[in-house]
């Protein structure tokens, strides 16, 4: 398929939810997209019903047919959008379909927030709007607004799927009611505002919080020459100011690095209990624990865990602070850790609480309650934990029992001779990645589908997930040495489709064991004959099914064994 408006979900656990659902749209080839389901009314927010396929073809022709309106938005630099009275596309100009890499016809139907594959977009249970965080979405408050008649302009803060894990947008939003033709649409305006976002947090740091840590190293050094002061006692103030000046500025520079994804990591074996160790002694003299103490769970459990220890220490390091500055005077923050199955995790409990609106925009990067030029605490401690150490981070708040935040992060393997090296460690990780585990390779451009695919195969459990949006994209994994073991292939993709990628897998003798499943949403009975299709392994049919799904990988770990 060439887009998803809005896809069958596959939730976990349970059958599919079914939507007699028409198609919107074609692609290059002339196929039908995705389904959507219209009507649909589930929301914790936005209405969630979409306007049909022909109501949503006929906005855009309302359109496209002024040239004068097109060419006018089309000369306008920045990303606009008109949206019909359901928030859905009906035009985009010439910017927007730069930025999204994708023509008009495969943007007609979807939301702003599908475009871009926002993370609140995929959970909600109607698409974009339709989820508890939407409520503090700027995009779509405003979006709501202009359908009231007024003008808005708000700023948004978005975490998006992005192609190496979760990416962070920060757009500004401007939209308008927009009649014409006897209908009521919206145009919405939008401009990227992450550089200036970025350069708020810079000053910040700079001017602000690594100034002060300048002056106070300044104080204690004019304190050395006067005699009457204790000079080891000196001594040990300056020690400390100076290793927190170094401390962050290391932490600003790890985190530009995380997000240009030039973070390289050095991987040793360590004891989780002597990491919290640490942290509780960096951060017992820390401004924000003046009258608050750190202490460490009593049921604190010992293991060893193989990860980045200065990234782990800096996720921990950015909870600590987080909730030193939540935690009223005489309080405790207490961290703790445990092994489970596969991971280890760490945790961190304040007393405090946070509101629900809070909660909701808890890891965006530009958020915070503590004013202008902050908020990437929790942004950066969700980005290194998922990007880089392939972990989780969840955290629960209530007023009973206050704040917990928990990083789980994989139990890694020491080496088998017992070093402690990076590279040995690496080692280590690579074959705890992939030794006898089935390597899968999903080449799917719906962002739902993938996921789902994704999610279905982990519980399946003994499977290393690849994923591709395209069949390029896919070709490119399969060329750099990836040498999967089975891949579910998209039929209808953009740039390149599923039958131009089997007949490259098919004709090259490096994927010659390679077994390829084809996913489709049309019947066994509508395949041609002479289709190129015939030469799959397996074929899988939207929406997928559990128990189709695991009786695929069950085959091809067969196969495999024969294989050998």
Not at 294 to 309: C, E, G, H, Q, Y
Not at 333 to 348: E, H, I, K, M, N
Not at 487 to 512: I, K, S, T
């Amino acid at each position: 398929m060439a887009i998803a408006v809005w896809q069958h979900r596959v939730m976990l656990g349970e059958t599919q939810n079914r939507f007699p659902l028409p198609r919107t749209g074609l692609n290059n080839g002339g196929h039908p997209t995705s389904p959507i389901p219209i009507g649909v009314k589930r929301t914790h927010f936005a209405p969630g019903a979409r306007s049909d396929v022909a109501e949503i073809e006929l906005g855009s022709r309302s359109l496209t047919v002024n040239t004068i309106l097109t060419q006018s938005l089309d000369a306008i630099p920045e990303l606009i959008l008109v949206l019909n009275h359901n928030r859905q596309v009906i035009y985009a100009n010439r910017p927007a379909c730069e930025v999204f890499r994708r023509p008009l016809p495969e943007m007609l139907g979807l939301r702003p927030g599908e475009l871009v594959e926002c993370e609140n977009a995929y959970r909600a249970p109607s698409g974009c709007g339709t989820g508890e965080g939407c409520r503090t979405c700027g995009a779509v408050l405003a979006i709501l607004e202009a359908q009231a008649g007024h003008h808005a302009c708000r700023e948004c803060r978005i975490l998006r799927f992005g192609a190496d894990g979760v990416e962070a947008m920060d757009l500004r939003i401007n939209c308008c009611p927009f009649p014409w033709q006897r209908q009521s649409h919206t145009v919405l305006a939008a401009s990227d505002i992450s550089a200036e976002k970025r350069r708020d947090v810079l000053e910040r740091t700079f001017f602000h919080d690594i100034l002060n840590l300048a002056g106070g190293i300044e104080g204690l050094a004019s304190l050395l020459p006067n005699e009457s002061a204790g000079a080891d006692e000196v001594k040990g103030d300056l020690q400390v100011a100076a290793s927190a000046l170094v401390r962050e500025i290391r932490s600003q520079q790890m985190l530009m690095a995380a997000e240009r994804g030039q973070l390289a990591l050095t991987l040793s074996r360590f004891e989780a209990v002597e990491l919290l160790y640490e942290m509780q002694q960096v951060y017992r003299n820390h401004p924000a624990a003046a009258g608050r103490e750190i202490v460490l769970a009593k049921d604190a459990s010992p293991f060893a865990v193989t990860s980045d220890r200065a990234v782990l220490g800096r996720v921990l390091g950015n909870l600590v602070k987080n909730a030193l500055e939540a935690s009223p005077p005489g309080s405790l923050v207490t961290l703790g850790c445990r092994p489970d199955a596969s991971d280890g995790t760490f945790t961190c409990h304040n007393p405090g609480w946070m509101a629900p609106h809070v909660q909701l925009q808890m890891f965006q990067r530009s958020f915070s309650t503590k004013g202008r030029g902050r908020g990437i605490g929790t942004y950066s401690v969700k980005l290194l934990t998922e990007k880089y150490l392939k972990g989780r981070v969840a955290f629960t708040s209530d007023p009973l029992t206050g704040t917990t935040f928990s990083v789980m992060v994989p139990l890694l393997p020491a080496a088998d001779d017992g070093s402690d090296a990076p590279g040995a460690a690496v080692e280590a990780a690579k074959d705890a990645r992939s030794g006898g585990k089935l390597r899968v390779l999903i080449v799917e451009d719906d962002l739902v589908s993938r996921t789902a695919l994704r999610q279905i195969l982990e519980r399946i459990g003994g499977v290393e997930v690849f994923e591709a949006r395209d069949g390029e994209q896919g070709w490119q994994l399969l060329n750099s040495g990836n040498l999967c073991e089975l891949c579910f292939l998209d039929l209808y993709m953009p740039r390149m489709g599923g039958e131009a990628l089997l007949d490259l897998v098919r004709n090259d003798n490096r994927f010659q064991r390679m077994k390829v499943c084809i996913c489709w949403a049309i019947t066994e009975q509508e395949v041609p004959e002479s289709s190129p299709l015939a030469r799959a392994d397996f074929r899988l049919t939207k929406p997928y099914a559990c128990t189709r799904i695991l009786e695929i990988v069950e085959n091809a770990r067969r196969m495999r064994c024969l294989c050998r």
